[in-house]
């Protein structure tokens, strides 16, 4: 019983944990949008906020899967073509307009996000959990923003 109740607590602690990142960006970009009228901002901010809820109904899919999650030892991976350029530019996109739990922005203003992929560059698309990759990437990121004094 004990063992169940630490499997409940983690899992509770990394759903919190997750679900605050893609709020964090739909409550960045929602404000980006209405202080900003430029039509073309207000289209790239839309696809953001959608990317973002994409990410959020994956998240509550996983939970609803959260019976396989404590019958098993593991979790289960989607099978997914994964565009690595894509998945980059969304990360960083996603990490440039993060903000904290007071609504401050995540990256510092001495800090520039670089993406060095060579531009137009297709990579080989791979297969794997495409919602995963999204997730690791976005956290090591957004953790260097946060944890490191340069980025």
């Not at 009228?37 to 899967?65: E, F, P, Y």
């Given at each position: 019983l004990r063992e169940l109740e630490l499997k409940k607590s983690q899992f509770a602690a990394t759903v919190t944990h997750e679900l605050r990142s893609p709020l964090h960006g739909i409550i960045g970009l929602s404000d980006n949008?209405?202080?900003?009228?430029?039509?073309?901002?207000?289209?790239?901010?839309?696809?953001?906020?959608?990317?973002?809820?994409?990410?959020?109904?994956?998240?509550?899919?996983?939970?609803?899967?959260?019976?396989?999650?404590?019958?098993?030892?593991?979790?289960?991976?989607?099978?997914?073509?994964?565009h690595i350029t894509r998945l980059v530019e969304e990360v960083i996109m996603h990490a440039e307009r993060a903000v904290d739990k007071a609504g401050r922005p995540l990256r510092k203003r001495e800090v520039e996000l670089v993406n060095d992929m060579e531009p137009g560059k297709n990579l080989p698309i791979i297969e794997g959990d495409a919602h995963r990759c999204m997730q690791m990437l976005y956290n090591v990121v957004t953790n260097a923003l946060k944890f490191t004094a340069t980025g």
């Open positions: 949008i209405l202080l900003n009228d430029q039509l073309k901002q207000v289209h790239h901010s839309a696809q953001l906020m959608n990317n973002c809820a994409r990410r959020l109904l994956d998240l509550v899919t996983n939970i609803m899967d959260s019976n396989t999650l404590v019958n098993s030892q593991r979790s289960l991976l989607s099978r997914d073509p994964v």
